[in-house]
């Protein structure tokens, strides 16, 4: 076990030890965001699968069109109208005749331009239309979005909206994605207790549960269990042993520092993991623990709330990236400038909660301990503060990473 890494060293000794997931399964397409693709999607069909109209108006034919204008318009017999879901091949334009013609209504044999209804005197019988126009103005092909046969999404993108409308509009309903990562989450601490019983006296509510798990939720990974572990190394080993049948990652918060009630260590040492680190040169969540139990990787945060969330960012992030090739764990880093002072010096390098917008970096107004959750409200982003800092002054060039 390696004791106080920097944070790069800890994601590096994490990534070392992740199983990508390479398992399968089908699911619906309508469920299916949020998912890695495990195929490669070909089209079934052109699309569109006939030449239609963009606009509103009337299919015509090109050369019918010569020399008109709004003072000497072409003259045409409307010969009947097309809406969208008609089928065109039953419809024959013949010379000077044209079709009204709604927007996707597919163009009629003998037509090869859709007038704008604007460019005309929106006729019935009869129209008149005002402009010449080149055969294949307002004119959408066949197969002009994607032809059949062609690759449209590869396997490894993450499903997005995007995505589910492609497999919707080649006739999909379900599609092979490679299965999210199974996540148990237990909070320890005698301490603790659950919302919505009476809190007796020297405890306190289990935030720390409720914030992993909405936050696992936000990021697309919901997890498979979130309970209250047993304030003892033989009620935590027991629990972390059961979970790890099934589980890729557990993730515990609280008893990871050096009190008689910091039960992880002695905890994994009964179930048999191997530790690979404990604690990183980061402040809040410097206690944090990595650990191995055969196939399932352990992330033994802090019980500070905020300590426990800046790890969950900071580690559990990259992973779930390396995990599940999934680029919406990654963190974006920019640069800004501060728009008010920290005052505090820092000694390790640290994490504050903030809010960054068009590149200015501001503090929320509260405290900032490691037990405080009130200032997290409204945040989006992490102020880098490098080891042996002074004082954050305002104007100054900061760094943050974005959540």
Same mark, same amino acid.
């Given at each position: 076990m390696t004791?106080?890494?920097?944070?790069?060293?800890?994601?590096e000794?994490?990534?070392e030890h992740?199983q990508?997931?390479?398992?399968?399964?089908?699911?619906?397409?309508?469920?299916?965001?949020?998912?890695?693709?495990?195929?490669?999607?070909?089209?079934?069909?052109d699309?569109?699968p006939?030449?239609?109209?963009p606009?509103?108006?009337y299919? !015509?034919r090109?050369?019918?069109l010569q *020399?008109?204008?709004f003072?000497? /318009?072409?003259?045409l017999t409307v010969? %009947?109208c +097309?809406y969208a879901?008609?089928?065109g091949?039953?419809?024959?334009?013949?010379?000077?005749?044209?079709y009204?013609?709604m927007t996707?209504?597919?163009f009629?044999k003998?037509t090869?331009t859709?007038?704008?209804?604007e460019?005309?005197d929106?006729g019935?019988?009869?129209v008149?239309?005002?402009?010449?126009?080149?055969a294949?103005?307002?004119?959408c092909?066949?197969?002009?979005?994607y032809?059949?046969d062609?690759l449209?999404?590869?396997s490894?993108?993450r499903?997005?909206?995007a995505?589910?409308?492609?497999l919707?509009?080649?006739?999909r309903?379900?599609v092979?994605v490679?299965?999210?990562? !199974?996540?148990r989450v237990?909070a320890? *601490?005698?301490?603790?207790?659950? /919302?919505?019983l009476?809190?007796k006296? %020297?405890? +306190?509510?289990?935030?720390?549960?409720?914030?992993v798990s909405?936050?696992?939720h936000?990021l697309?990974v919901?997890?498979?269990?979130?309970a209250?572990?047993d304030?003892?190394e033989e009620?935590?080993a027991?629990?972390?042993?059961k979970?790890?049948?099934?589980?890729d990652?557990?993730?515990?918060?609280?008893?990871?520092?050096v009190?008689?009630k910091?039960?992880?260590?002695g905890?994994?040492?009964?179930?048999?993991?191997?530790?690979?680190?404990?604690?990183?040169?980061?402040?809040?969540g410097t206690?944090?623990?990595f650990?191995?139990?055969?196939?399932?990787?352990?992330?033994?945060?802090?019980g500070?709330p905020f300590?426990?969330?800046?790890?969950?960012?900071?580690l559990?992030r990259?992973m779930?990236?390396?995990?599940t090739g999934n680029?919406?764990f990654?963190?974006e880093?920019?640069d800004?400038?501060?728009?008010m002072?920290?005052p505090?010096?820092?000694?390790?390098?640290?994490?504050?909660?903030?809010?960054?917008r068009n590149?200015e970096v501001?503090?929320?107004?509260?405290i900032f301990?490691s037990g405080?959750i009130?200032?997290l409200r409204?945040?989006?982003?992490?102020?880098?503060?490098?080891a042996?800092?002074g004082c954050i002054?305002?104007?100054?060039k900061v760094?943050?990473?974005?959540?």
């Amino acid at each position: 076990m390696t004791e106080g890494v920097f944070l790069e060293q800890a994601v590096e000794l994490i990534r070392e030890h992740v199983q990508k997931i390479t398992d399968t399964e089908i699911v619906e397409v309508k469920d299916a965001g949020g998912y890695i693709l495990a195929e490669d999607i070909y089209a079934d069909v052109d699309n569109p699968p006939f030449p239609r109209s963009p606009v509103d108006g009337y299919a !015509v034919r090109s050369e019918d069109l010569q *020399g008109a204008s709004f003072d000497s /318009p072409a003259k045409l017999t409307v010969a %009947g109208c +097309i809406y969208a879901g008609d089928d065109g091949q039953s419809f024959q334009a013949q010379p000077g005749e044209c079709y009204r013609i709604m927007t996707g209504g597919p163009f009629p044999k003998g037509t090869d331009t859709a007038v704008k209804q604007e460019d005309t005197d929106y006729g019935e019988d009869t129209v008149e239309i005002y402009k010449e126009q080149k055969a294949f103005d307002n004119y959408c092909f066949q197969g002009e979005d994607y032809k059949k046969d062609t690759l449209l999404i590869t396997s490894g993108i993450r499903i997005t909206f995007a995505e589910q409308g492609i497999l919707a509009g080649i006739g999909r309903t379900q599609v092979k994605v490679y299965r999210k990562p !199974v996540i148990r989450v237990f909070a320890t *601490g005698d301490e603790l207790c659950r /919302p919505g019983l009476p809190l007796k006296p %020297g405890k +306190i509510y289990d935030s720390n549960s409720m914030m992993v798990s909405s936050r696992l939720h936000e990021l697309g990974v919901m997890p498979a269990s979130v309970a209250h572990s047993d304030d003892s190394e033989e009620g935590v080993a027991r629990d972390l042993k059961k979970a790890s049948e099934d589980a890729d990652i557990i993730v515990t918060t609280g008893g990871v520092s050096v009190g008689k009630k910091d039960i992880l260590h002695g905890a994994l040492k009964l179930l048999g993991a191997e530790k690979i680190f404990w604690k990183v040169k980061i402040q809040p969540g410097t206690p944090t623990i990595f650990s191995v139990y055969k196939n399932t990787l352990i992330l033994s945060l802090s019980g500070n709330p905020f300590g426990a969330m800046a790890n969950l960012e900071l580690l559990l992030r990259p992973m779930l990236q390396e995990m599940t090739g999934n680029e919406i764990f990654y963190m974006e880093q920019k640069d800004g400038t501060a728009c008010m002072e920290f005052p505090k010096k820092s000694r390790v390098r640290r994490f504050v909660r903030a809010i960054c917008r068009n590149g200015e970096v501001f503090l929320p107004q509260g405290i900032f301990s490691s037990g405080a959750i009130g200032t997290l409200r409204g945040c989006n982003c992490f102020l880098d503060i490098p080891a042996g800092s002074g004082c954050i002054e305002k104007g100054e060039k900061v760094h943050v990473w974005m959540l």
